[in-house]
């Protein structure tokens, strides 16, 4: 198990920088660089141009590396249902981050920062949320109960849970995506994570989720190489959407998908931040936030971007602390 986490991890890794070192140069010349929204932070302005789509990098060494691995343990005679819940997974990431790819693909058509419709986007998030709970039921790996951190007791919801975990999946998948919103943020936060679901897969015994989990850390270190403040290349919504959806996923391999909601509660502080401000907004006219979502709010108050990914990155390890906590009690 650790020979798999490691050797994703680092593989990952090593091919998603190699990658960026020739993408960057090919994206620029392309003039894929990113539109900033005027009513966004005023210094933002400083970072139009920058190439975005980078995302792409860290998908293209995800999948070429599980491909490999899931070949390696196929001839080690793993089952292929063994395989299936982290294939599921994956393929949920992956159906995410090609929502991105056209998201971003209409913002660097039209040369704006608006890409799909919102319906455009929830209904292609509605039918890979749908598909992926669909293939994981059907296996039988998630039944229709939820386990609830803290208390270890299941709540069963029969076929309310498909229900309720679709809305849950396209909620977090968003939330990472409204958290890509500074340099290094989503990347620092999804690898906090992602290490809290590495040491659940010992507890757990699975290797695959181990192998899973290593990648998405390779991913997100070797896309900081080149995006911590300040950024060369930002990773679009092809990047945010696929790492919300492998950060959901892993929960759901875990027959857990509440403990997201706890690991990754920066996630959902974000999007409930943007949520919060809109509604009063146009209730009263009034901002509760200085801008939403809050890592902007923490932007205009002074915090450089580099403390708000660590403040938020040190918030998340805290998170991941407690939800550890839950699964021993």
């Not at 039944?143 to 229900?163: A, D, H, K, M, Q």
């Not at 679901?197 to 181990?210: K, Q």
Request: glycine share 10%; net charge positive.
């Amino acid at each position: 198990m650790t020979v798999s986490l490691a050797a994703s991890a680092l593989s990952v890794f090593v091919i998603t920088v190699l990658i960026l070192r020739i993408l960057i140069p090919k994206l620029i010349s392309l003039k894929m660089g990113q539109k900033i929204l005027e009513i966004g932070p005023r210094w933002h302005k400083s970072k139009e141009g920058t190439p975005t789509m980078g995302g792409v990098s860290f998908i293209a060494a995800v999948t070429a590396v599980l491909a490999v691995y899931a070949v390696i343990r196929l001839c080690l005679g793993t089952a292929l249902t063994e395989l299936l819940p982290m294939i599921f997974t994956y393929m949920l990431a992956l159906l995410n981050g090609l929502i991105g790819v056209f998201d971003d693909y209409v913002k660097l058509r039209h040369r704006q920062n608006e890409g799909l419709k919102p319906y455009q986007k929830l209904a292609l998030q509605l039918i890979a949320a749908v598909l992926y709970l669909v293939a994981m039921g059907s296996f039988g790996f998630i039944g229709t109960s939820l386990l609830l951190p803290f208390f270890n007791v299941r709540v069963e919801l029969g076929f309310f849970y498909y229900i309720f975990c679709t809305v849950f999946i396209m909620g977090i998948v968003n939330s990472a995506n409204l958290t890509d919103g500074i340099d290094g943020l989503v990347s620092s936060v999804t690898i906090v994570i992602m290490i809290f679901f590495a040491v659940c897969s010992y507890r757990t015994g699975d290797g695959h989720l181990a192998a899973f989990s290593g990648g998405i850390i390779g991913a997100c270190a070797g896309f900081l190489v080149y995006n911590f403040h300040p950024a060369r290349v930002f990773m679009g919504d092809t990047g945010s959407l696929f790492l919300g959806g492998a950060c959901v996923g892993a929960a759901f391999m875990m027959d857990n998908p509440l403990i997201i909601a706890l690991a990754g509660l920066i996630f959902i502080i974000e999007a409930l931040s943007d949520i919060i401000q809109v509604f009063v907004y146009k209730l009263t006219h009034k901002r509760v936030f200085k801008m939403a979502p809050i890592h902007h709010h923490f932007e205009k108050s002074g915090w450089g971007e580099v403390k708000i990914v660590a403040v938020f990155s040190a918030f998340t390890l805290i998170c991941c602390a407690a939800a550890a906590l839950s699964l021993f009690i």
